[in-house]
Each structure stands twice: as structure tokens, then as C-alpha cells.
């Protein structure tokens, strides 16, 4: 088995000062290649750190993808510290460096001298082309490992990655297929309670079940190498019978995205009127570009549920749109949800059981559940559902 590593560098992503989305995104990436990482690691903008890791990780890794330290600045180290863990010198990339200066000229600029930086690379390296920024990528083997050094900008990595490490590593290496991964997510169970339903399923040797719990939701992923891919189909509907009403979806593109289809499929328009929710609603089904019609963010108000219900019904009418979703305020952890559609005006009154989430979590909770009422109406079920953590006080139909 190839043995894939990360080394993510920086003061400011030791200490948490930035979340590390580039670790998270190759995780993602390398796995769906057939390549899953099998160790990451962060060290700061200390030259003797970033030497000794170097020396240890390439002992120890097949492939080790350095991320940071490439920019102009004095604490950008890591063309350094190969140079030194490898026992060569630096020496400017004559290439590059032309590519530098006609990159600011281009845009109307004069490099400044701090840049030349950019163009120095441990003598014993291959230039990795960086099509999209200033800092010049790097590819060397040191011990057993062959280790591309990147930039820390997201949109030069991701880039690079894919256009010149990903085909260098296809012509080096032999790469098993990527795995099977079978998604679905649920709204409104807990992990443990889903766990023992389906810790008595049996599943084909060598594939796992996995649990990935970001309230409000629970994803649950069946994996396993592409030559189990019938046997895990076969027992993937008892997984979705174990989820039942609670799945909310299935693959990786979000309930937002799958509304906003199956309203174009339907024709339908929709109108957001929201209060708790901050615009958040609207937000997420914008931007799955979803057919929606004027929509707002309403001042507090304290209304009865009918009073709510009604909100809706007029909101759908002076919109012009075919469905109104209303979220209301919260008084005494009570909110009222309304949804009117062709068909009536359904609306719900909820109470939340769990009062230890801050604002953020429990909006988006709310939005969850806002959407999972147009969900289930699309699919023809009564659109109130218990959540776990909100239970349903009240519900009307005008």
C-alpha cells in the first residue's frame, strides 16, 4: 500500500489562527483517487523543525505533500529546509524567475526584490509549475520519498494538486482504484441511537461503516475497495431502512442543492419570509440556485402559529410564487414554522428539548428543519416530523 503523507506548516496554522481547509480538502481528494492519507502533520516556521521532520517523514512515507512556506517573506522556510535536509544549495530557477516578473508586469506592477525568493529551489529539485501565483512548487526525493512542496494559498494548491502532482504520481506510481463510498445523511436521530440499529447488519469483509455526526445532521458512509461495490449495494438498502424518514439525502451535494432540482423539475417557485433563521434559509437555497421569488428577513415579532401560518399564505401571494416557507421568532424556546403550497398552508410549533447550542447551531438547526418540511411535502408525507432535539407542540392546516 502507497503510503500518503501531509505536512502542513506555519506559525499561524499550529496555533489554530487559521483553520487548515487545505489538509481537509487533499484528505478528500487523495481518497477519492484511490490514494487515502495515512498521516498528517503540522509544524511552525521554525527552520530546525521543518528540517527534522523532513528528514524523519521521508524514512517513513512514500509520498509527503508539503503545503506553506513558499512566499516571499523571511518566515517562509520550507525551500530552505529541503535544501538543508537534502545537503544541497539553493539556486535561483532562472525560468521562474522570468515568469515572476512578466506576472507582475502583466498587471501592471514592478516585482519587488523580496520575490526573487520565489525562485530559489533546492538544487537537486524538478520545478512544479504553479499556473495560478508567484510561488514556484518544487518535487525532490529525499531517503525512500518523493516530496512536492506547495503553496499554502488554497487556489494555487488545489491546482497544482490536481494539474501537476496528481499526473506525476499516475506515471510513477501504480494506484489501486479509488474505494466505494455510499452516503446518506439524516436530520433528527443521534449517532448512538442509529449505531445500534446498525451495528447488527452484516457487512461484507473489509468494508466499514462510519459515522461523521456535524449538528444537526448525521452522515452515515459504507466503505470499502471498488471490488466489494455489488456486495455493499446489496446491503445498502437495510441501511436506508435502518435511517428511514430521517434520511434527508443521499451523495455528498446537500439537501439545498436536491431541493433546488426538484423544484425546477416541478416548476415551482418558492418565497423565504425568515425571523430566528437571520437570511440564513435564503442563503443556502440561493445559493443551490433554487427558483426563489422575492424573499426577507423580518423584524422579531411575537405571532400565534395561525397568525404565522396566515404570513405565509400572503407572503406566497404577494411574491407570486407557488410555496411561501416562514420561520418565526423565538419566544420561551417555542418557534413557529409555516409552509403554504398549492395544495394548503401547513404550520408547526416547535419546542427545543436541548438549549446547550449557541445561536449559530440551533439557526441552523431551524433551517434544517425548515427545508425538511418542503422535503417531505415534495414527497407527499405530513409535513411534521419529531427531531430529537424539537419536539412538536402544535400543528394546523388552513
Not at 449495494?233 to 441501511?239: D, F, G, H, M, S
Request: glycine share 8%; with cysteine.
Amino acid at each position: 500500500m502507497i503510503k500518503v503523507e501531509m505536512l502542513s506548516t506555519g506559525d499561524e496554522v499550529l496555533y489554530g489562527q487559521i483553520v487548515d481547509t487545505n489538509a481537509a480538502w487533499l484528505a478528500d481528494y487523495l481518497f477519492n483517487q484511490g490514494l487515502p492519507m495515512s498521516r498528517r502533520n503540522t509544524v511552525g516556521d521554525s527552520l530546525e523543525d521543518l528540517i527534522a521532520v523532513l528528514k524523519e517523514r521521508s524514512e517513513q512515507a512514500d509520498i509527503l505533500i508539503v503545503n506553506g512556506g513558499l512566499g516571499p517573506t523571511s518566515d517562509d522556510l520550507s525551500a530552505l529546509a529541503a535544501a538543508r535536509a537534502a545537503g544541497v544549495e539553493l539556486v535561483e530557477h532562472k525560468e521562474w524567475l522570468t515568469h515572476m516578473e512578466q506576472f507582475f508586469s502583466d498587471r501592471g506592477r514592478v516585482m519587488a526584490p523580496s520575490n526573487r525568493k520565489q525562485a530559489l529551489i533546492p538544487a537537486n529539485s524538478e520545478m512544479v509549475d504553479n499556473p495560478v501565483g508567484t510561488a514556484c512548487g518544487f518535487a525532490m526525493t529525499l531517503n525512500r520519498c518523493l516530496i512536492f512542496f506547495t503553496p499554502g494559498v488554497p487556489s494555487e494548491f488545489k491546482v497544482m494538486v490536481d494539474k501537476q502532482i496528481m499526473p506525476r504520481l499516475r506515471e510513477r506510481f501504480t494506484l489501486p482504484e479509488p474505494p466505494v463510498c455510499l452516503r446518506l445523511t439524516t436530520f433528527g436521530r443521534s449517532e448512538s441511537e442509529l449505531a445500534q440499529s446498525l451495528d447488527p447488519l452484516a457487512l461484507p469483509a473489509g468494508a466499514v461503516m462510519g459515522y461523521r455526526s456535524s449538528m444537526p445532521i448525521i452522515e452515515l458512509k459504507l466503505t470499502g475497495p471498488a471490488s466489494l461495490r455489488k456486495a455493499m449495494e446489496a446491503v445498502w438498502p437495510q441501511v436506508q431502512r435502518v435511517a428511514g424518514e430521517s434520511v434527508i439525502f443521499e451523495g455528498t451535494e446537500g439537501l439545498p442543492a436536491q431541493l433546488a432540482e426538484r423544484l425546477k423539475a416541478k416548476g415551482l417557485s418558492i418565497a423565504i419570509g425568515e425571523r430566528f433563521t437571520a437570511g440564513l434559509l435564503c442563503q443556502q437555497l440561493s445559493n443551490a440556485q433554487a427558483p426563489l421569488g422575492n424573499s426577507s428577513v423580518l423584524s422579531p415579532v411575537s405571532e400565534s402559529l395561525s397568525e404565522t401560518a396566515e404570513r405565509a399564505k400572503d407572503l406566497a401571494a404577494q411574491a407570486g410564487c407557488d410555496l411561501a416557507l416562514v420561520v418565526g421568532s423565538i419566544n420561551d424556546d417555542l418557534l413557529n414554522f409555516a409552509l403554504h403550497t398549492p395544495t394548503g398552508t401547513q404550520g408547526l410549533c416547535v419546542k427545543f428539548n436541548v438549549n446547550r447550542h449557541g445561536l449559530r447551531v440551533r439557526q441552523e438547526v431551524c433551517a434544517m428543519m425548515a427545508l425538511n418540511m418542503l422535503r417531505r411535502w415534495l414527497n407527499g408525507w405530513d409535513v411534521a416530523a419529531e427531531h430529537g432535539w424539537i419536539n412538536i407542540v402544535e400543528a394546523i392546516e388552513i
